[in-house]
Each structure stands twice: as structure tokens, then as C-alpha cells.
């Protein structure tokens, strides 16, 4: 079975401060990696995925996240952020070998983050 | 503009009632799923359709329908034995084939059983 931990419920920050919000996953097989974003009372929005290649990927609103195999990690970067990215973030993983359960996203809890001025 | 849409944006029941969720998507996906948002639980998976007229049970089905009887549309009925009714309700679909463009989501339904 798979799983996804993101380690932080509520991430406060300041304006035009770095920001990393860690996600960890178990699987056995290989999977695909995403983040979604989520505005209040909106749904999600996808930020990024990693499927194969480059281990830093680049997504949407100056994201990125890389994608450590060994720790079994995909953390989500952004060096300076805006009040605008207040918001809750996803992170998901698709097993790749998802037989009957082809594309289903498995999500971890979310993390708030919090952007102050 | 392609997307997927959901109605209404805010919904009121009693207890006791039955109430329909729509989801509708003019993407031409063939799966399409219904998740529940509860605050810090994250998204759980309710039903989920492959294709037409066939659907899976997720993670927390029971109390919960569906059908699938087009393409375009999938449905959740919250039925009177789901027992903690109230949350926030999203639907999404994607590519059946293609797992790794992941899934677009609704703007979701927000539903307070009284």
C-alpha cells in the first residue's frame, strides 16, 4: 500500500521569505509525484508532477519541488514568498502500477501555509 | 473553455434528507472521481467511475451513490445513513490511460446537514 506524509500542518511565514513544505511517501512500486494547491473554498489546482528525468521539477507561481528517490522525498521550495500563496497544499502520488485503480491519486493531509505581512 | 463544474456552490439539508451533488466535465475524460474534504484529513476518496455506466467504491463509500450513465456527468447522492454528512465535496477527472497527467478538479460543493 502506498502513502504520503506531509510532515507539517500549518507552515507561518513571512513576505519575501524562503519556504520549503516537506512531503514523504511510501510505496513499494514507483510512482508519480504531484502538488495541487488549494485557495479558500476553491478546489485544487496543479501546481507540479515529477514523472521521470530531471529531479527538480518547476511548476506554476515560482514552485519547484525535487525529488529524492533515497529519502523517498518530494519537497516543495519557493524562495520568496507572496501573501498571495496563502493557501493549503497537497501533495499526491499515483502508483505506476495501478491496475485496477488506474490514476488514483493518493493524497497526503495537507499543509497550511500561512503568509504574513 | 473546457473544465469541470460543480453545483451548487453551497447546499442545505436537513437530516434526514437525501441530497444529488453535480458534477459535470467537458473535457472528454473518462474517470472521474468524488472526494471529501474534511479540515486537517485531507481528501478522501468516496466513488470513483473508469468509465461508463461502472464505478468503484473508494475509501469512505458508504452512505454515498453514485451512476454514470454519460460520459460528462457523475453524480453523488448523500444519503440519510451517511452519518456525518457535512464537509466539503470535490470532483475531478483525468485521462484513463494517462495516469501521470494526474486529475483536474471542480470547485466544489459545501454541504451543511442541519
Known amino acids: 500500500a502506498q502513502s504520503v506524509t506531509q510532515l507539517d500542518s500549518q507552515v507561518p511565514v513571512f513576505e519575501e521569505a524562503p519556504v520549503e513544505l516537506r512531503c514523504n511517501y511510501s510505496s513499494s512500486v514507483s510512482v508519480y509525484l504531484f502538488w495541487y494547491v488549494q485557495y479558500p473554498n476553491q478546489g485544487l489546482q496543479l501546481l507540479l508532477k515529477y514523472l521521470s528525468g530531471s529531479t527538480l521539477v518547476k511548476g506554476i507561481n515560482g514552485f519547484e519541488a525535487e525529488f529524492n528517490k533515497s529519502q523517498t522525498s518530494f519537497h516543495l521550495r519557493k524562495p520568496s514568498v507572496h501573501i498571495s500563496d496563502t493557501a493549503e497544499y497537497f501533495c499526491?502520488?499515483?502508483?505506476?502500477?495501478?491496475?485496477?485503480?488506474?490514476?488514483?491519486?493518493?493524497f497526503g493531509k495537507g499543509t497550511k501555509l500561512s503568509v504574513k505581512p | 473553455d473546457g473544465g469541470i463544474t460543480q453545483s451548487p456552490k453551497y447546499l442545505f439539508r436537513k437530516e434526514g434528507q437525501n441530497v444529488t451533488l453535480s458534477c459535470e466535465q467537458n473535457l472528454n475524460h473518462d474517470a472521474m472521481y468524488w472526494y471529501r474534504q474534511d479540515p486537517g484529513q485531507g481528501l478522501r476518496l468516496i466513488y470513483y467511475s473508469q468509465i461508463v455506466n461502472d464505478f468503484q467504491k473508494g475509501d469512505i463509500a458508504e452512505g454515498y451513490s453514485v451512476s454514470r450513465e454519460k460520459k460528462e456527468s457523475f453524480p453523488l447522492t448523500v444519503t440519510s445513513a451517511q452519518k456525518n454528512p457535512t464537509a466539503f465535496y470535490l470532483c475531478?477527472?483525468?485521462?484513463?490511460?494517462?495516469?501521470?497527467?494526474?486529475?483536474?478538479f471542480g470547485p466544489g460543493t459545501r454541504l451543511t446537514v442541519t
Open positions: 499526491a502520488v499515483i502508483p505506476m502500477n495501478y491496475g485496477g485503480s488506474q490514476g488514483n491519486l493518493i
Open positions: 475531478a477527472s483525468s485521462s484513463q490511460g494517462v495516469p501521470a497527467e494526474g486529475q483536474y
